[in-house]
């Protein structure tokens, strides 16, 4: 196991699988699902924020717009499969963006958009989503009968 397999681990399994799995877990959607959603508001997010006037360029986000939704609403709890090539390639994205923020730059869209990219592939890395826990209400009616 190299090194940045490593880090790619440690990152989902500390940084990245918490929020995911409580937001599964608020929502009730599979790992899965939220992976297709999580791509289809990074396709809105790119279409919203698109820098280029080219309409063959429009066109292209706008089909990727509809082909993941239809991707989150039809195939929503398949099983979806990450590659970790391309969520080290946003990683490094990300340090770079946040590197040209520290010193000075503007928060780009690119930045939100590879977050929401990580969050979506560290998603699919999920094996299962546990349960959520719930209080013992019975312990405390338990405690006011006795």
């Known amino acids: 196991m190299t090194i940045l397999s490593r880090l ?12 995911i799995i409580l937001a599964c877990q608020l929502t009730r959607q599979t790992q899965y699902a939220m992976h297709r959603a999580l ?17 063959l360029w429009v066109v292209f986000m706008w089909f990727f717009v509809v082909i993941t939704l239809l991707s989150a609403t039809l195939f929503a709890d398949w099983p979806a499969t990450s590659l970790r090539a391309f969520r080290l390639f946003w990683f490094f994205l990300l340090i770079g963006q946040t590197s040209v923020t ?7 869209a690119s930045a939100i958009r590879s977050v929401i990219i990580l969050f979506a592939e560290y998603a699919a890395t999920i094996k299962t989503i546990p349960p959520r826990r719930k209080r013992d209400r019975r312990a405390s009616a338990k405690e006011v009968r006795a």
């Open 8 to 19: 790619d681990a440690w990152l989902g399994k500390t940084l990245f699988h918490p929020p």
């Open 39 to 55: 791509w289809f508001f990074a396709a809105c997010h790119a279409t919203v924020y698109l820098e280029h006037d080219e309409w």
């Open 102 to 108: 520290l010193f000075g730059g503007d928060l780009l």
